[in-house]
């Protein structure tokens, strides 16, 4: 899943690409997280149901083909149809603890996303009989979006027709480059031609939005070469792009390389290379009619094309977080579930909930959280915060607002403050000091 971590603080100013976590992806940082609160999921799981408090559903799919050379996920690319079997099965004893305590008494998902892994490494068969199972176990009638994230060279014609059949909205492809030589080189297990082949029949099959992911500085990423993906990702016309920069996070396999051969910087571009390019990407598919609505989406119709997981999520939705080192976010209490598959198995077999470290968060963490995570859309409304949490963030954080003001980040257009492109871009580099004083110097972990 989109479990970017967190940047520590010295490298906001660093120009090249170090070894470790740059993008903010929740509040407080992982490191805060522990056993003591664990318990704290089981309890609010027993206690009554919040009512119409919005609700999503996150499944990790755990496998791929290969591991590419930049993965910092949780991934198995040797597992036999076995263990692919048991895995399945002992998810859906996960869900029915859920399903069957007080706290979800009348509650149905608005948004069920399945990220990985891969989650198009099932069979078409292992994929019906799971959203089967789901679906009778916790009804998806009331979800407003069903998100896919798809590997290009898994996808047949037929698999596609099942993934739309039971309901995903949102098929999100991810890409990276269509330069064969580069997905090679980073351990990608699909080549281009893999992609305009699913892509077309994911368009002739009608799916209501389907985003193209890229990345910008992969190894061996060119100006020419970078110039020509974006191209052809406006050539196939998704409904949204995401682009994320490059970063290289000590358990990927470039790291791995980097500590072998001595070597401080990581083999990719720095982050103002990274920075630009996705700056003309965003210039090109504006150009082309499309709006940027975060750091990281463009999205050809906005008023069509939504992205309801990131922004429920963002906006402190529910999540019950499903499989193998997930995470989840239930009633302020933040956890992430066990980290090995055969351990992971084993305590949900006993109908028991698999989580590894949990933290109950406060209400100012609640308001920092939402805070940094609405940034990333380049916009925040005053007035929001105000009515959800009483708080103004123009004397709140007046120091940092007037900094960004005076360094021609920021602008302010009514009730909404207004991050410039190029702050935009780097935004991830800007939210440490938004961060509890006993949060600063945390360390990703
Ligand atoms: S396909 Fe995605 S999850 Fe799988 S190894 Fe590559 S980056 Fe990691």
């Known amino acids: 899943m989109t479990d970017r971590n967190f940047i520590k603080p010295d490298y906001q100013t660093e120009e090249e690409t170090k070894a470790g976590n740059y993008f903010v992806s929740n509040y407080p940082p992982f490191s805060f997280w522990n056993d003591n609160d664990v318990p704290c999921v089981s309890s609010l799981v027993s206690s009554p149901s919040p009512g119409t408090a919005p609700l999503g559903l996150y499944y990790h799919v755990p496998f791929c083909r290969k591991r590419c050379h930049f993965c910092y996920f949780k991934v198995y690319t040797d597992k036999n149809s076995g263990d692919v079997r048991r895995y399945l099965s002992a998810t859906m004893n996960e869900l029915k603890v859920y399903a069957e305590s007080p ?96 892509y077309e029949f994911a368009r002739g099959l009608g799916f209501d939005n389907i985003n193209i992911d890229l990345i910008s500085g992969m190894l061996e990423e060119t100006d020419e070469n970078w110039s020509d993906s974006v191209d052809q990702v406006i050539e196939l016309s998704p409904d949204c792009v995401t682009i994320y920069q490059m970063e290289v996070p000590f358990n990927t396999g470039i790291f791995k390389k980097m500590k072998e051969e001595g070597k401080l910087n990581a083999p990719v571009a720095d982050w103002p290379t990274k920075r630009r390019w996705v700056k003309e990407a965003y210039a090109k598919l504006e150009a082309s009619g499309y709006t940027v609505t975060s750091a990281y989406t463009a999205v050809k119709n906005p008023k069509t094309t939504k992205f309801i997981y990131r922004d429920r999520l963002w906006a402190g939705a529910d999540m019950i977080g499903l499989g193998v080192s997930s995470f989840g976010h239930l009633g302020g209490i933040h956890y992430q579930n066990i980290t090995h598959i055969d351990n992971y198995c084993d305590i949900v077999e006993s109908n028991k909930l698999p989580i590894r470290r949990a933290l109950m968060t406060k209400e100012d963490e609640r308001f920092i959280r939402e805070l940094i995570l609405q940034w990333k859309l380049g916009r925040v409304s005053q007035k929001t915060f105000i009515d959800k949490f009483g708080i103004s963030i123009s004397e709140r954080f007046s120091s940092i607002l007037l900094e960004w003001e005076k360094k021609g980040d920021l602008t302010i257009n009514g009730d909404e403050f207004l991050l410039t492109r190029d702050a935009l871009l780097r935004v991830d580099s800007l939210l440490h000091g938004f961060f509890l004083p006993e949060h600063q110097d945390a360390r990703y972990v």
């Not at 608005?110 to 068969?125: N, R, W």
């Not at 994929?127 to 407003?144: G, H, N, R, V, Y």
Request: with cysteine; hydrophobic share 30%; aromatic share 12%.
């Open 103 to 198: 706290y979800f008494k009348g509650r149905k998902p608005k948004f069920v996303y399945f990220g990985g892994g891969t989650p198009s490494y099932l069979s078409a068969q292992q994929l019906t009989e799971l959203t089967d199972q789901m679906k009778s176990i916790l009804s998806w009638e009331e979800a407003e979006e069903v998100t896919f994230e798809c590997e290009p060279g898994t996808l047949s014609e037929k698999k596609l027709e099942t993934i739309k059949g039971f309901g995903v909205t949102r098929l999100s492809l991810g890409v990276e480059n269509f330069n064969d030589h580069i997905l090679e080189t980073n351990g990608r297990a699909h080549r281009s031609k893999e992609v305009f082949r699913a």
